[in-house]
């Protein structure tokens, strides 16, 4: 077990984790960056990406992370397959332990572990992942033009979704399992007036079917009740669209966390409630989650990172 020193210490591997690196390492503050137990993050369970900019072709979501991976090797990033369990913040300089018992004492810490999209927790999610099974309407709703798909959820983030898919495809379930949208009124408004949106109350998704692909869901309306009825519903795309989690358990006892746990900055910079420790791309962003505006941040962070060390006197 080894103990290692570092300047900046980036935990995370997606846009904003490598983002950060090119820019710190090309600021010779020699970053250590920590995959995690997701080597390049979600954009690695994505296909083809095609809103990043710089790739008017499009590119393959492991393709661009492998890409931004070498780019911060490039300049001296040093990245490390390990994931972080704990850490002490309470003093600096930090102390951050690996899954391996490895210590990092690290002046700064880019917090960028990103947020993880929640599923239902069907066998078929996964045997159809990247064939049909999306919890990104952004990503990956371009592939279901003039199809007809499904989107799971009652809420803004579902309503949102749904309309985003309605404008590309030619019919948009919503399933809900309840019977009425929790979203907000105007949301609500928009969905239900959408004649490419029919809403299913009352419904929750038992499977998925299809032989290349998802070409069906089993559904379930009523569940557990005298009027429990099960029918199926012929789709192209399942789309997700029920919660994120912000992977941000481990930071809590000393990190600010809003309610649904992600972390709150200073904005516009990313500081968070303990100097010295930055937070960028989808841990601490509830709202936009793009593969741009989380590199945005990651940039934002490491200059950050950097301004906090020379007024330091570390540089
Ligand atoms: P929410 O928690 O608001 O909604 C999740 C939805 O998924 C609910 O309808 C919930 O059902 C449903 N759901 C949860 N688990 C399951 C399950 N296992 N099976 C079936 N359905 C399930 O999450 P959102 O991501 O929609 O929103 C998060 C926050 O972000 C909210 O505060 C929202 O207002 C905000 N937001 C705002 C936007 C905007 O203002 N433009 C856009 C997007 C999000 P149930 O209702 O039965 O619990």
Same mark, same amino acid.
């Given at each position: 077990m080894e103990t290692i020193n570092t300047k900046v210490l980036i935990i995370g591997s997606g846009p904003a984790g490598y983002t950060a690196a090119i820019y710190a390492s090309r600021a010779l503050l020699n970053p250590i960056l920590l995959e995690g137990n997701q080597p390049g993050g979600q954009l690695t369970q994505t296909t083809e990406i095609e809103n990043f900019p710089g790739y008017p072709k499009g590119i393959q979501g492991m393709e661009m992370m492998q890409e931004l991976r070498d780019q911060a090797e490039r300049f001296g990033t040093v990245v490390k397959p390990r994931t972080i369990t704990k850490v002490d913040?309470? $003093?600096?300089?930090f102390t951050c332990v690996d899954d391996r018992g490895d210590t990092y004492i690290a002046e700064t810490v880019i917090i960028s572990t990103g947020a993880s999209a929640k599923y239902l927790g069907l066998p078929d999610e996964d045997k159809y992942n990247g064939l049909g099974v999306s919890a990104c309407a952004t990503c990956d709703g371009f592939f279901y033009r003039n199809k007809t798909v499904a989107v799971v959820g009652g809420g803004d983030t579902a309503c949102e979704e749904a309309l985003y898919l309605s404008s590309l495809a030619q019919k948009v379930y919503m399933i809900v399992r309840k019977d009425y949208l929790r979203a907000s009124n105007v949301m609500k408004q928009r969905v239900m007036s959408n004649d490419k949106i029919e809403i299913l109350f009352n419904c929750n998704t038992v499977g998925l079917f299809g032989e290349?692909?998802?070409?069906g869901a089993k559904l379930v309306r009523? $569940?557990?009740?005298?009027k429990e009825e099960y029918f199926d519903i012929s789709i192209d795309g399942f789309f997700l669209a029920i919660g994120h989690h912000p992977n941000t358990d481990i930071f809590k006892p000393f990190i600010e966390l809003d309610e649904q746990g992600y972390i709150k900055t200073d904005a516009p910079t990313t500081?968070?409630?303990?100097?010295g420790v930055f937070a960028a791309g989808d841990c601490a962003d509830p709202i936009y989650r793009q593969a741009v505006t989380s590199a945005g941040t990651g940039c934002r962070a490491a200059i950050d990172a950097e301004r906090f060390l020379i007024d330091n006197s570390e540089l």
């Open positions: 913040f309470s $003093k600096r300089p290349q692909g998802v070409e009523h $569940k557990d009740t005298e500081r968070t409630n303990i100097e």
